[in-house]
Every structure is written in C-alpha cells, then in structure tokens.
C-alpha cells in the first residue's frame, strides 16, 4: 500500500517545538502512534515536505532516524518551504547511507515506482505574489514537476503527484503547476503547506479530471491517508 502526511514538522534535532501551535501537542508521538496502527513493513509512505526543523542535515539526522525506524519499506522525502536541510542530493544521500537509513528515498527530479504506481512530484511554490524572483522559482519547480512526470511515464501509466504547495485553493490556481498536470494528463493530486485556518481554504475534489486532496499532518490528524 501507498500512505502519504506532509508537514512532520520534526525537531528531535533542534529546539523548535510545535506545541505552541494549536492541535500540536505532541505531534511527534501521536503521528507515531498512528502510524503503526496502520503501515505495514512493505507499504510506501510519501512525505511531501517541512520534514524537519533542522537547519542542516546534521540537525536534521535525528528526524531522518526517527522516520526511517517507522514502519514502511520505503519512505518518499520531497523538499518543502521549511527543509533547510535540504542541499544537494548527493549530501543527502551520503549521509543516509552513511547512518544505514536505507528506507529513506529522496523525490527530486525523478519519479519512483510502486505498488504498480509512479510517484512524481516537486516542491512547488507561492502562486499569489507578483515578485519577479517568486516567478523564476515557480517557472523552474513547474520544470521541476514535469521532469518528474515524465520519468513516471516510463515506470507506469498510473500517474499520483505529489506537492508541497497546493496547486489549487477554493478561489486560486496556479496556472503554471495547474498547465503541467493537465497536459501531462495527472489524474491525482496531494499537497500539504496549510495549516490550521488556512487548511479551509484547502480545495478537495475533482478539477478538469484531476482529483486534488489536502494532506497536511495537522489536517490529516496525524493519520498517514491512504492512498491505495
């Protein structure tokens, strides 16, 4: 099976406690509890970003650990707004290697088969900002997404994107993200970024035949949602 939570939002690194955020207590522990309710050794798990708080990948080892010592063969690691940590991918690859967190896979360019399934993805970006730079890095994460797209297609014609930003809220879309997955003929779609009274802006259900689900850790209830 495939289960996908965005936003861990861990810190067994560093000193960012999420509680002081309403609903986030203990997230860490109940989102571990959940978890083992429900994956199993050879499932899947895609986490599509803010997987840690940890401003290098040293900080961030702690999360990394904690994560790989879930259950789930592989665990999917996708780059969000919040991942300082996040460097090059030979750095982030060497250091799971290093330490054994063989579970871990990073999405990033490319596209990863399972259960008869690609998954495909990119980070995303802020689609309501009119500055120049925000435009160049939502040209480029759309290049991004397409790139990963197309890796799918030669794993799979059964197409799931994941994002960290949403492509869609209840009264915005972001063309340029939005463009990538009709044309490339995406007929799923998860992101995670809004918390708490912005989650309800979230924009669940089908769009031009791509079904769109919010994921956020916080929006989910710490519950990884199932995915197939």
Same mark, same amino acid.
């Given at each position: &099976?495939?289960?996908?939570?965005?936003?861990?939002?861990?810190?067994?690194?560093?000193?960012?406690?999420?509680?002081?955020?309403?609903?986030?207590?203990?997230?860490? *522990?109940?989102?571990?509890?959940?978890?083992?309710?429900?994956?199993?050794?050879?499932?899947?798990?895609?986490?599509?970003?803010?997987?840690?708080?940890? &401003?290098?990948? !040293? *900080?961030?080892?702690?999360?990394? *650990?904690?994560?790989?010592?879930?259950?789930? =063969?592989?665990?999917?690691? &996708?780059?969000?707004?919040?991942?300082?940590?996040?460097?090059?991918?030979?750095?982030?690859?060497?250091?799971?290697?290093? +330490?054994?967190?063989?579970?871990?896979?990073?999405? +990033?360019?490319?596209?990863?088969?399972?259960?008869? &399934?690609?998954?495909?993805? /990119?980070?995303?970006?802020?689609?309501?900002?009119?500055?120049?730079?925000?435009?160049?890095?939502?040209?480029?994460?759309?290049?991004?997404?397409?790139?990963?797209? #197309?890796?799918?297609?030669?794993?799979?014609?059964?197409?799931?994107?994941?994002?960290?930003?949403?492509?869609?809220? #209840?009264?915005?879309?972001? !063309?340029?993200?939005? /463009?990538?997955? #009709?044309? !490339?003929?995406?007929?799923?779609?998860?992101?995670?970024?809004?918390?708490?009274?912005?989650?309800?802006?979230?924009?669940?259900? !089908?769009?031009?035949?791509? =079904?769109?689900?919010?994921? /956020?850790?916080?929006?989910?209830?710490?519950?990884?949602?199932?995915?197939?």
């Amino acid at each position: &099976m495939i289960y996908t939570i965005a936003d861990t939002h861990l810190s067994f690194g560093t000193a960012k406690p999420m509680d002081i955020f309403p609903g986030w207590d203990n997230h860490a *522990q109940r989102l571990e509890a959940n978890w083992r309710k429900l994956v199993r050794d050879d499932d899947t798990i895609v986490l599509p970003g803010d997987i840690s708080w940890g &401003m290098t990948l !040293e *900080q961030a080892l702690p999360d990394f *650990q904690f994560l790989h010592n879930l259950p789930g =063969r592989t665990k999917v690691i &996708m780059k969000g707004n919040h991942d300082y940590w996040f460097c090059t991918r030979r750095k982030i690859e060497d250091l799971w290697a290093a +330490h054994g967190l063989t579970s871990l896979v990073l999405l +990033h360019n490319n596209a990863i088969a399972a259960e008869g &399934m690609a998954i495909c993805g /990119s980070r995303g970006w802020f689609f309501d900002s009119d500055e120049p730079h925000d435009a160049k890095v939502l040209a480029r994460e759309a290049g991004r997404l397409r790139t990963s797209i #197309q890796a799918g297609k030669k794993l799979s014609d059964n197409l799931c994107v994941f994002l960290h930003y949403p492509p869609i809220t #209840q009264d915005r879309v972001c !063309e340029e993200i939005d /463009s990538v997955l #009709q044309e !490339e003929g995406v007929a799923r779609c998860y992101y995670g970024h809004l918390h708490g009274s912005a989650a309800k802006r979230a924009f669940v259900g !089908e769009r031009n035949g791509t =079904r769109y689900d919010i994921v /956020s850790a916080d929006a989910l209830g710490f519950v990884p949602k199932l995915v197939v």
